[in-house]
């Protein structure tokens, strides 16, 4: 279906453009190049980390992450219950088991105390997700997790830029991955990037990254490797946008002002909250509204598709799903509540101000119609 207004979509300047055009003149256009470099060095540098290393995407990224600190068979991780299901997926394929907590309910990331009490003695590892461009508390997590040896990773895939006491997602954990979808603040079409100050870590996950291949004696493999790598034409094309990355953040946050704007005075819808210790990046702006259920927000979803304007859901609970059901011990409350009922809004770079007015005022349209049946039912 096409929409007036779209959920999401990348910004594409003459920049973009010229950097992916030198690439393909070049010659290099697989996963060796000039930009490959380029991207990994930029890229670290905005973090604040000694290295970055691009992937083919941000689950292969996270699935080195876990591989490069040992995560094995036998082993937890603790992941949020509300996260994209490749948070959960990753740790899998490594042949641990994830554990899923719950989510704190103003900032939608992993709540602190609930890993706290996850914790065993098989816990390896806690992913904490910053779920739609907020942080997850990374220095409240670490406090739970050094005394123990367990280590930190931040999947950033959705917070380029977003920040707890002036320092970047990408730097606060142990290690840190990030995904470069097409809907993501930085995109390459595809891809992903690990950073770390960790320097056996970092090497552990370039080995493996490219098939495990002995730096010394070209095609000798000594175990199973993957092929994770990023083409150099991905790399021209994020390392362009990482050029004007600022300029992406800065209106990630002005399009939810205006959303809080003309929004924020309805008594029913929550907006995007933000902890008074983070810096949000409005990945994705988030909609609530209290005491709708799930048939009533997909309703409403159903009337906004109507008039052009694209919105989805908030992502389901993992332990729901068929593959997970059977391994979940804890209960989420807040997840299962919150996922039925919230969704996201467009919030792509090239929307206009009257773009953000026409769906505003769609929102109050719909959301008064809802009401009025509910209230004739």
């Keep these: 279906m096409d929409y007036r207004i779209p959920l999401s979509q990348p910004s594409i300047s003459a920049l973009e453009i010229s950097c992916v055009t030198d690439a ?3 010659g290099w256009v697989s996963s060796k190049g000039a930009y490959i470099d380029r991207f990994e060095e930029i890229f670290a540098a905005y973090c604040g980390t000694q290295y970055a290393l691009t992937t083919s995407s941000g689950t292969t990224a996270l699935h080195l992450a ?5 995560i094995q068979s036998g082993d937890e991780v603790i992941v949020p219950d509300l996260t994209f299901i490749s948070t959960a997926n990753a740790v899998t394929y490594t042949g641990a ?11 939608l990331c992993i709540d602190v105390e609930q890993v706290n009490q996850a914790i065993t003695a098989k816990t390896k590892a806690i992913i904490a997700v910053h779920l739609y461009g907020h942080p997850a508390n990374i220095p409240a997590l670490q406090a739970v997790a050094k005394p123990r040896n367990i280590v930190v990773i931040e999947d950033a895939a959705e917070a380029h830029g977003a920040t707890i006491q002036g320092k970047r997602t990408g730097a606060l954990g142990d290690c840190s991955i990030f ?6 603040i ?18 552990r996950a370039r080995h493996l990254r490219s098939q495990a ?6 095609y000798w493999h000594t175990e199973i490797g993957f092929n994770y790598r990023m083409t150099n034409l991905q790399a021209a094309l994020g390392f362009a946008q990482m050029k004007r990355i600022d300029e992406f953040v800065q209106k990630k946050r002005t399009i939810f002002e205006q959303y809080y704007q003309h929004l924020s005075s309805h008594p029913k819808i929550k907006l995007n909250r933000t902890a008074h210790w983070a810096e949000n990046v409005f990945w994705q702006v ?5 005491g709708w259920t799930s048939a009533e927000r997909n309703r409403f979803m159903q009337l906004l598709a109507k008039r052009g304007i694209e919105t989805r859901p908030y992502f389901y609970p993992i332990s729901d799903m068929p593959m997970y059901k059977l391994s979940s011990r804890h209960l989420t409350p807040v997840t299962h509540q919150v996922s039925g009922r919230g969704l996201n809004l ?7 101000d009257q773009d953000i007015k026409d769906v505003c005022a769609a929102i109050c349209d719909c959301s008064i119609a809802i009401d009025t049946v509910r209230n004739i039912t």
Aim: with cysteine; proline share 5%; charged share 20%.
């Design 66 to 70: 876990l591989l490069s600190y040992g």
């Design 286 to 290: 988030c909609m609530e509204v209290d």
């Design 97 to 107: 088991k994830p554990v899923f907590v719950d989510v704190d309910r103003e900032t």
């Design 186 to 203: 930085v995109t390459c079409g595809e891809g992903g990037m690990l950073t770390t100050d960790n320097t056996d870590v970092y090497h």
């Design 24 to 26: 393909v003149q070049s």
């Design 346 to 352: 467009p919030s792509y770079f090239d929307m206009n």
């Design 213 to 218: 291949m002995s730096p010394t004696q070209r």
């Design 179 to 184: 995904s470069f979808y097409g809907n993501k």
